[in-house]
């Protein structure tokens, strides 16, 4: 079975300084990787996703996430964030070929000014 | 935003009491999905229909059930609510061309007293 593993919960981070948002996986076959963000009292946006190709996938507000097999990760990343990032941030997998997807439990980024 | 609606967005009902929860969609996607939101557990898979009256079950599914007459309507029922119900649900939807890429409604959140 599939599962998807965010281990920080909560990650404060100063404005202009750059994060990184964990997500590691299990699976024994080939993966599509998602990375969805909740605004407070909103629904889930999609972000950025893997499907094939090339291994860095980059979103239009400055988000990029690089899909590294061995390690079985897809960590979102930004190098300098700003207060509306404050969000929070889920890590989705579905195998290839199939429409269900399976999150982890969300991290919350909150972007101190 | 993807044409998502979710009725009613807030609701407060009692334990042992029926609730149905209603999304609509406008983009005659084939795939309907119904997640729960908890604190620690992210989202996770209630239902899922991939065509009319083709519905299956997902992670979570005791207590709930669905029903999609139309492509365009997915109904979710709590038979007979309990507080463990208590959450916000969110629909979701999803095409074969956009592989396992899923659409987001704004949410219901439901309070079992």
């Known amino acids: 079975a599939q599962s998807v593993t965010q281990l920080d919960s909560q990650v404060p981070v100063f404005e202009e300084a750059p994060v990184e948002l964990r997500c590691n996986y299990s699976?024994?076959?080939?993966?599509?990787l998602f990375w969805y963000v909740q605004y407070p009292n909103q629904g889930l946006q999609l972000l950025l996703k893997?499907?094939?190709?090339?291994?860095l996938v980059e979103s239009i507000n400055g988000f990029e996430a690089e899909f590294n097999k061995s390690q079985t990760s897809f960590h979102l990343r930004k190098p300098s964030v700003h207060i509306s990032d404050t969000a929070e941030y889920f890590c989705a997998v579905s195998l290839t070929g199939a429409n269900n997807l399976f999150f982890g439990t969300g991290t919350r980024l909150t972007v101190i000014p | 935003d993807a044409g998502i609606t979710q009725s009613p967005r807030h609701k407060v009902t009692e334990t042992g009491t029926p609730v149905t929860l209603r999304c609509h969609q406008t983009?005659?996607?084939?795939?309907m999905y119904w997640y729960r939101q908890d604190p620690g557990h992210g989202l996770r898979l209630i239902h899922y229909s991939y065509g009319v009256k083709d519905t299956d079950k997902g992670e979570v599914s005791d207590g709930y059930s669905v029903s999609r007459s139309k492509t365009e309507d997915f109904l979710l029922t709590l038979e007979s609510a309990t507080s463990s119900q208590t959450s916000v649900y969110f629909c979701?939807?999803?095409?074969?061309?956009?592989?396992?890429?899923?659409?987001f409604g704004p949410g219901t959140r439901l309070t079992v007293l």
């Open positions: 983009e005659n996607h084939r795939y």
């Open positions: 699976s024994s076959v080939s993966v599509y």
């Open positions: 979701a939807i999803g095409s074969l061309q956009e592989v396992a890429e899923q659409f």
């Open positions: 893997y499907l094939s190709g090339s291994t």
